[in-house]
């Protein structure tokens, strides 16, 4: 089982960055996707995260109309396009797959694996 995020870097605020996940060794299309975050110093954070069957998602009100969460379950991809970037979205971000995806606040029941994370920085 292999989940892993890329896409991160260094970009100024007001830029935009788009974050995959690619998932292997399992059924991807059984699994609902999150995306978390965490700071240095900080406690791990849930950004947002999709359901498997009907693609609703739900997002952190720190986030919400600025990233966009989405999966290709032919290719088993998530994304997260983050639009908008502030200094405080700097964080390693990490992908995870559970059983359910519920809301408002985002977050992933029934953890099956989480995936090494991708740095982001958001300089100002």
């Known amino acids: 089982v292999q989940l892993q995020a890329s896409g991160g870097g260094l970009v100024q605020a007001g830029g935009s960055l788009r974050l995959s996940c690619a998932a292997s060794?399992?059924?991807?299309?059984?699994?609902?996707v999150g995306w978390s975050r965490q700071a240095p110093g900080k406690e791990r954070e849930a950004v947002s995260c999709i359901r498997r069957s009907d693609g609703n998602a739900f997002y952190v009100d720190s986030v919400k109309g600025r990233f966009t969460v989405s999966r290709d379950n032919a290719k088993n991809m998530a994304y997260l396009q983050m639009n908008s970037l502030r200094p405080e979205d700097t964080a390693v971000y990490f992908c995870?797959?559970?059983?359910?995806?519920?809301?408002?606040?985002?977050?992933?029941?029934?953890?099956?694996?989480w995936g090494k994370g991708t740095q982001v920085t958001v300089s100002s």
């Open positions: 060794g399992f059924t991807f299309d059984d699994y609902a």
């Open positions: 995870v797959v559970g059983n359910r995806c519920s809301g408002p606040t985002p977050i992933i029941q029934g953890v099956y694996h």
